[in-house]
């Protein structure tokens, strides 16, 4: 049975349409061996390099809306993610990190969308939406494999913690209750689903050039 508009609250739709595509990210062939404890630390630490780049586009994005009346409001300092991934790739990567990472085509595909979308409003919260609830929720898988087996405690795991938001469920109901209250037309709430529906599809590209390496990654012992 289709979803209307009228049946379902803007975020149930919003869910509801990136769930196929959300499905292809979590079961890549990269996010598959992470998971599955295949990996070297090398192997995370490369994703976390290029969450690096991702994140940079997606805060600078947020500085420069924050002042709008819609996209603002989802413009949440408790979120930022740069200050821990910065901590996290010192530890993975060393103190000369910043020299030493680069962007994949994909994620320089990834970020440059980013910047074109946030124009808007909606674009912004469509990558917004997409990457922190996702780091909120199933981010806390990562974080505990982080931990189990690669023996780290929060160096190297800083970025899956969000200490400052509170009660994770609360969080997530106060955002998708903004969702369901901005101001969009119709229109534009299709246009938001179909830039989330990008958003995701961006980060499959993303996992699928990291899976060329797999080979390199795997963890001899796994």
């Known amino acids: 049975m289709t979803v209307t508009a009228e049946a379902s ?11 196929v595509v959300h ?5 890549s062939a990269y996010m598959n061996a992470l998971l599955g404890g295949e990996l070297t630390l090398a192997g995370y630490t490369a994703l976390a390099t290029q ?3 991702i994140y940079q586009a997606i805060e600078s994005a947020g500085d420069a809306i924050a002042s709008d009346p819609v996209g603002g409001r989802f413009v949440f300092e408790e979120l930022r993610r740069l200050p821990a991934l910065e901590r996290d790739l010192a530890h993975l ?24 979308a946030a124009k808007w409003s909606g674009g912004f919260v469509a990558h917004h939406y997409t990457r922190y ?30 200490d400052q938001i509170g009660s994770a469920p609360a969080f997530r109901d106060r955002y998708r209750t903004q969702l369901d209250a ?21 980060n499959v590209a993303v996992f699928d ?10 963890d001899p012992a796994a």
């Open 209 to 218: 050039e990291l899976a060329r390496d797999l080979d390199r990654y795997r």
């Open 93 to 116: 990567v060393g103190p000369g990190w910043q020299a030493e990472i680069a962007p994949l085509a994909s994620t320089q595909a990834y970020t440059a969308r980013i910047a074109e």
């Open 23 to 27: 499905e292809k990210a979590n079961h």
């Open 182 to 202: 901005a101001p969009w037309s119709t229109d534009e709430r299709a246009r938001l689903i179909d830039e989330s529906v990008a958003a995701f599809e961006h």
């Open 133 to 162: 609830l996702g780091d909120i929720a199933g981010g806390q898988i990562i974080r505990r494999l982080l931990e189990k087996k690669y023996d780290l405690a929060k160096a190297g795991t800083l970025f899956y913690r969000f």
């Open 9 to 19: 609250p803007f975020s149930g739709q919003l869910r509801a349409s990136t769930k």
């Open 51 to 53: 969450y690096y780049f």
